[in-house]
């Protein structure tokens, strides 16, 4: 049984899946499978992925008859995994080579806490623009919670024995690209702990399309996602004022967005 399992659903990302997979191989720490499930790609993603399948036996390929979206996705490949340890992975980013070795180094000794994320570096098509730069370990207090997602999504490693204690990723149509801070909402109730490794073992793309994918809809599901949460974590009455935030945010332009980010 490998250790570790990587979780990734792609969705026509077949410009950058090639060099997202490449950065798993290239992990210093090597016992893991990569479980990858085709959301419905109408490019040559899934053809990618059974390129690398063919070099090297750890990753597997599932592919949804249509797209279903990420929450039905992961939950299939959590289904499917064998490792104890739960490594979220998406098919335009990078991470270091020592993401998964400092990780498991950390589960391994912290048995206290159910996942640990890191920091992010982003990037575009012109470079990084975003390093973070604040070092040590940061364990989110229920403040963090109700101002925004506590930990980055993508950078998870999560013990999978926390998945199946919260059943995994609630596939709602409330909680669609929300699908994490929904679930750290649940683990918090849940009295499971998490962690941040505050170094950017991991490099996100971020485009200059990005701010396309910030629908008014999605504000709306983070709203509903947050009113639902604070009740699940007793948060105190001031928190209810933050479930306004993501509606107003929705209402700037998106050239104005653009110019702030």
Request: aromatic residues 12%; hydrophobic residues 35%.
């Amino acid at each position: 049984m490998p250790k570790v399992s990587v979780l990734m659903g792609v969705y026509n990302c077949s410009e950058t899946l090639g060099r997202s997979i490449e950065s798993i191989i290239n992990q210093t720490f090597t016992d893991w499978e990569m479980i990858i499930c085709d959301d419905g790609s109408s490019d040559n993603s899934a053809e990618i992925v059974v390129s690398y399948q063919a070099k090297d036996p750890r990753i597997v390929l599932l592919r949804n008859g249509e797209n279903r979206g990420l929450a039905f996705t992961l939950n299939r490949c959590i289904e499917l995994s064998c490792g104890e340890y739960c490594a979220r992975m998406d098919g335009d980013d990078v991470c270091a080579p020592d993401r998964f070795k400092k990780q498991v180094d950390f589960l391994d000794a912290h048995t206290e806490y159910g996942f640990v994320s890191t920091t992010m570096k982003r990037f575009d098509e012109y470079g990084v623009y975003q390093d973070p730069e604040v070092q040590g370990l940061y364990e989110p207090v229920m403040k963090d919670y109700i101002k925004g997602s506590p930990f980055c999504h993508a950078p998870a490693m999560i013990r999978k024995k926390a998945y199946e204690a919260v059943g995994g990723y609630r596939d709602i149509e409330m909680t669609r690209q929300m699908e994490d801070y929904d679930m750290w909402f649940r683990m918090y109730a849940a009295d499971i702990k998490g962690c941040i490794i505050r170094e950017p073992l991991y490099s996100m793309f971020d485009g200059r399309s990005a701010a396309h994918r910030r629908t008014f809809k999605r504000r709306l599901n983070e709203a509903k996602v947050r009113r639902e949460g604070y009740k699940a974590i007793n948060a105190p009455a001031y928190a209810y004022l933050y479930i306004m935030k993501p509606v107003v945010l929705g209402l700037i332009p998106q050239w104005l967005y653009r110019l702030i980010r």
